[in-house]
């Protein structure tokens, strides 16, 4: 079973970029902290569709959420290398607090 459940909050704003095929696609950073005091793990997050147009408009730096998704890998090319990446596609998310709060 490949699932995560996640609290914390962005550590800037969230980066929206669209298809070819105009798919919306959110990429995220979520700050989680660990149970040691003033540590905390930083996991890149992507959302789609709709719900990546949402994020967009109602989460920014400092938004505290909560996050239900999976793991996701997988490579692309930079510079002629191969790079891995291994983040968080989010599956619902709840908003804990707004752009205002």
Same mark, same amino acid.
């Given at each position: 079973m490949n699932k995560v459940f996640l609290t914390g909050r962005l550590v800037k704003a969230v980066e929206l970029r669209y298809t070819k095929d105009?798919?919306?696609i959110a990429h995220f950073t979520l700050a989680v902290n660990r149970n040691k005091k003033?540590? @905390?793990d930083f996991l890149n997050c992507i959302a789609y569709g709709n719900q990546?147009?949402?994020i967009t408009r &109602?989460?920014?730096k400092g938004s505290k959420? @909560?996050?239900d998704g999976h793991i996701q890998t997988g490579p692309?090319?930079?510079d002629?290398?191969?790079v &891995?990446?291994?983040d968080i596609a989010v599956d619902k998310i709840e908003f804990l607090s707004n752009k205002q709060e």
């Open positions: 105009n798919l919306a003033d540590e @905390a990546a147009e949402l &109602y989460l920014d959420v @909560a996050v692309y090319e930079k002629g290398k191969k &891995y990446t291994t």
